[in-house]
């Protein structure tokens, strides 16, 4: 061979070289991609919203059945005004769109909370008013989130799913699984003092709490923080809107 | 890692030659990437719940298997020997983000189910294994060949494992686009008053554990010239 390929001038260009292809060849690909990506994203937040009114849907025949059951998009602030309202099919373009309000970017960002808004979605099912409530919180490992559904009252969970990102599986990601989310049906929110816990395994539970995973107490903890947290800003919300006052 | 290396193919030598053949068929048994060299344990544990991840997850592997020991067999020459290792990282690493964004991309179902496992197959000893220990020192051919025979060497144990788990603890396979097909009537179930009930240890990763040692005492009942001489 005519070149010393083990010269340390060589490893450097070698090395750089290889850096700056694999890094365009990515970024190209990651560019690429990313509209399909985002599409999927919304669809799931869709799905999502639908799961904890209890509403079941496929990939690909979302958007029909979102906007059949979803009848209003709105967003708050924290102090619970209403900021804003929309209706119609979701615009995955507009920022003032309450859908596209990214509550796992807003929780990781040191905003103050008088800076963000929080969205809520206003659905109807036979004839039932629900309102469903995206929240994001900690688990043990990483980002845990879920939507919680309110019936009409504005105050007894009509149901509610979790998702997490990187939790045990067989202890904290069984926070993703039905036997989890069921109990959640029929409990309350507190309206005076807002407080919500998952408590541990064989506690006794009460309007205000869920049974934990055994095995899982972090993630479990994490998913009661996360529920009594927002729902301290929503209640705000919900105390002051007029559907509230039946 | 393994120490087997082939040397490097003096003169022209047909790609399906019987040393060549040699290197598809070894991995399958003789020198099984999981049960004789225990390579590759960790995701074998984690995605053989169900067949259908398993399947997703073969080749997944597959695909950047082939694609690493093909592009590191190409780069050999001119790869400075100091960087070697992270060359193989930073290749194995961009296959695998590349099966990540399309998978997100066009079968965002399955990119969530394998989304840890996936940036698993970087750390697939498996895969490292057979670029430091083959790709490096032989031509892009056989280097596929030997890509293809232990990814295939992988994939028909998670086959195996997670056809075990998933009859036994879920009593069913499901297919995708068909759902879950059982395979005792419904009303053997404990539920509907019957006798069977699925063994829920079965999904726990203690016993893929346990069901590739049994496959392990399986293949060594059989095949003699893998007992070590104590």
């Known amino acids: 061979m005519a070149f010393n390929k083990n010269s340390n001038g060589y490893t450097f260009i070698f090395a750089i070289v290889m850096v700056v292809m694999v890094g365009a060849i990515l970024a190209s690909l990651s560019l690429s991609l990313k509209p399909m990506q985002k599409a999927n994203q919304a669809e799931k937040k869709m799905m999502n919203i639908l799961g904890a009114i209890g509403v079941p849907s496929e990939r690909g025949a979302v958007e029909p059945v979102f906007a059949e059951y979803v009848t209003e998009r709105i967003s708050i602030d924290s102090e619970g005004r209403q900021v804003n309202t929309m209706g119609g099919s979701v615009d995955p373009t507009n920022a003032e769109d309450p859908f596209n309000i990214d509550v796992k970017k807003d929780y990781r960002s040191k905003a103050p909370a008088s800076e963000l808004s929080f969205p809520l979605f206003a659905c109807q099912k036979d004839g039932q008013d629900l309102y469903v409530v995206p929240v994001v919180g900690k688990g043990l490992w990483g980002p845990i989130w879920g939507y919680v559904a309110l019936e009409s009252d504005m105050e007894t969970i009509y149901g509610a799913v979790f998702d997490h990102k990187t939790e045990t599986p067989g202890l904290g990601a069984e926070i993703k699984e039905g036997f989890f989310q069921a109990p959640f049906k029929g409990k309350k929110i507190n309206k005076v003092a807002p407080h919500f816990a998952v408590v541990k395994g064989g506690a006794p539970t009460t309007d205000y709490s869920v049974d934990g995973i055994t095995g899982g107490t972090i993630t479990s903890k994490g998913v009661g923080e996360m529920v009594d947290r927002t729902m301290g800003i929503y209640l705000k919300y919900f105390q002051s809107a007029p559907k509230a006052q039946k | ?230």
Do not use: H
């Open chain 2, 1 to 230: 890692m393994s120490t087997e290396t082939t040397p490097a193919v003096e003169k022209k030598e047909s790609l399906f030659s019987k040393k060549n053949r040699k290197l598809l068929t070894d991995p399958l048994d003789d020198s099984n990437p999981i049960t004789v060299q225990v390579l590759g344990i960790c995701s074998a544990l984690a995605i053989t719940v169900q067949v259908q991840q398993a399947v997703i997850m073969s080749l997944a592997v597959l695909f950047v298997m082939i694609g690493g020991n093909v592009i590191v067999s190409l780069m050999r020459n001119i790869i400075p020997d100091r960087i070697r290792i992270i060359v193989q990282l930073v290749v194995i690493a961009s296959l695998v983000i590349i099966v990540d964004e399309v998978l997100k991309a066009y079968s965002p179902d399955i990119s969530e189910k394998l989304s840890v496992f996936v940036g698993l197959i970087i750390t697939n000893c498996i895969i490292m294994g057979r670029l430091e220990a083959f790709a490096l020192g032989n031509k892009p051919g056989p280097s596929m060949l030997d890509a293809v025979g232990n990814a295939m060497g992988y994939a028909w144990i998670l086959l195996a494992v997670a056809l075990v788990r998933e009859v036994f603890g879920s009593g069913a396979i499901s297919f995708p686009g068909v759902g879950q097909v059982k395979f005792l009537p419904e009303g053997w179930f404990y539920a509907n008053g019957g006798f069977y009930e699925n063994n829920n240890l079965m999904i726990l990763p203690p016993m893929a554990l346990i069901t590739v040692g049994v496959i392990i005492w399986i293949q060594r009942a059989r095949n003699r010239s893998l007992i070590e001489e104590n």
